[in-house]
């Protein structure tokens, strides 16, 4: 019980540091960056990376 006790008050003072990722998309000019937690950040990627791509008409 105290060991969970430090660990909680552990996790609480120094929480981790967050991470920033980028995403950009050559076909539709996506463009995403991300900074959060690190369990977040694959997460969050991975749902982007399966965009439904519509690509940008090109200008003559």
């Known amino acids: ?3 969970n006790l430090l660990r ?3 996790a609480r003072l120094f929480p981790p540091p967050l991470l920033t990722d980028t995403y950009s ?4 000019g996506l463009y995403v960056k991300v900074t959060d937690h690190p369990d977040r950040v694959t997460k969050i990627l991975n749902v982007v990376a399966r ?3 519509k690509p940008k008409p090109k200008a003559l």
Not at 25 to 28: E, H, K, L
């Open 1 to 3: 019980m105290l060991t």
């Open 8 to 10: 909680t008050a552990r």
């Open 25 to 28: 998309c050559d076909r539709c």
């Open 51 to 53: 965009h439904d791509c």
